[in-house]
């Protein structure tokens, strides 16, 4: 079965990069010779939410035209899931030890409660949060730049971002603000932020102190700077794909952004990793952003409706599946004594059992929040003292349903693989 959606390219993008996502953490445990080594099959699943992020987050919110209503669908929409994943985590825990990563202090506690946890140094209780990181930052960025309506500009800060992952892979090799507190401050500051975000009277000042504290955090307290800002010049990569289809934007800044990406860990002090080395970086780059140019291609086409199903509930797949796959030795044993057979079986159950679970949390704890959020935001649109009545009352989804009203664009993915 195919759909024709105008915005099913966006869902299967997600949905590639969901499964590459959870192949980068199971073909390890099932069969490693598999794993490519010429890429990195996760990153590559990383990049492509990236640039679907980019590419329509911003669309999001100027089509919106309204902080308060964007922050309600992002709040709604990220943290139901994200908050019942930190349980589940914990859950396990008691039979896996949670990953020594993640702080037994207060800093853990803030770090998750902000989402910020790549950029001040917290590991997350689930590996692939770490992502959820640079998309927050991008969220308060763009929230920024919007406020100060310079938010046009993208391409000129896909390079700038390019620039300065150049920059900070030749000078800095550890954060510049170590110890717990990063994460506390900002996690105050985050709370604080947000609800003067949803205030009339000092929407603009929190909105600047917000951009401003991601960037410090980006470039000061993040584990990788260079990466951080590699990452952000990916996703206003993205965003500068948008404008230039709309004709509001050049597309040379595309190919210098994505150039400056590609040399940033080829010089950079903290850049030891095997997929970071300029063949495997450069070929993981290339591939996603080649996934990204032809499903734009496609997009008028129609496409296999389980590419689109699998985007849907990608956001769930993401984020349940590596509590899920730590599970799998536990009540099975350590998969690498067995047989590649009983190992492929187990690989193939736990993938339908991944899938069952994406879908029920994506039924009855993604879907109930999103319309949540869709009705406190007309009803503040409809209410005398609410919301002026502009831009779209639609949800903004991370990982929209094809069913998204067309006079709507939602909102981009965030996700990565660890």
């Not at 499903?295 to 699998?310: K, M, N, Q, S, Y």
């Not at 029920?360 to 929040?369: K, R």
Request: glycine content about 10%.
């Amino acid at each position: 079965m195919t759909t024709s959606n105008r915005l099913a390219w966006l869902d299967a993008l997600r949905g590639i990069g969901a499964l590459a996502v959870v192949a980068e953490h199971l073909l390890p445990w099932v069969y490693p010779p598999l794993r490519p080594t010429f890429m990195n099959i996760g990153m590559y699943g990383v990049v492509v939410f990236f640039l679907v992020s980019g590419y329509i987050i911003p669309a999001s919110l100027e089509g919106r035209g309204d902080v308060r209503a964007f922050w309600t669908s992002r709040l709604f929409r990220l943290y139901p899931l994200y908050l019942l994943v930190c349980a589940i985590a914990l859950l396990v825990g008691l039979w896996v030890p949670i990953r020594e990563q993640v702080p037994r202090d207060a800093s853990g506690v803030f770090g998750h409660l902000s989402m910020l946890l790549d950029v001040v140094h917290v590991g997350g209780l689930a590996d692939p949060m770490w992502t959820l990181s640079y998309e927050m930052v991008f969220y308060l960025v763009v929230t920024a730049l919007f406020v100060k309506g310079v938010h046009r500009f993208s391409g000129w800060y896909a390079v700038a971002f390019g620039a300065l992952a150049v920059v900070a892979g030749l000078v800095i090799g550890a954060p510049w603000l170590p110890g717990p507190w990063p994460a506390v401050v900002s996690g105050i500051v985050f709370a604080v932020g947000m609800a003067g975000l949803f205030s009339g009277r000092f929407q603009t000042a929190a909105a600047l102190v917000l951009g401003a504290m991601a960037l410090v955090l980006l470039v000061g307290s993040s584990y990788v700077p260079w990466f951080g800002a590699a990452i952000l010049a990916m996703m206003f990569t993205g965003t500068a794909i948008y404008r230039w289809e709309k004709g509001t934007g050049p597309l040379w800044p595309v190919f210098a952004a994505a150039a400056l990406v590609a040399i940033s860990p080829a010089w950079a002090v903290a850049a030891g990793w095997w997929w970071v080395q300029p063949p495997v970086w450069i070929t993981t780059l290339v591939l996603a952003g080649a996934t990204f140019w032809a499903g734009r291609a496609l997009r008028h086409r129609a496409l296999p409706r389980v590419f689109v199903w699998l985007g849907l509930i990608s956001y769930s797949v993401y984020l349940v599946h590596h509590p899920i796959l730590r599970m799998v030795p536990i009540l099975f044993g350590h998969m690498m004594s067995k047989p590649v057979w009983e190992r492929a079986l187990l690989a193939a159950g736990y993938l339908v059992v991944l899938l069952l679970v994406s879908w029920a949390t994506y039924t009855w704890v993604e879907a109930p929040a999103q319309r949540l959020g869709r009705r406190l935001v007309r009803r503040r649109q409809t209410s005398p003292a609410g919301w002026p009545p502009n831009g779209s009352s639609s949800s903004s989804s991370s990982w929209p349903s094809s069913s998204t009203p067309s006079s709507s664009l939602p909102s981009g993915a965030g996700g990565g693989a660890g």
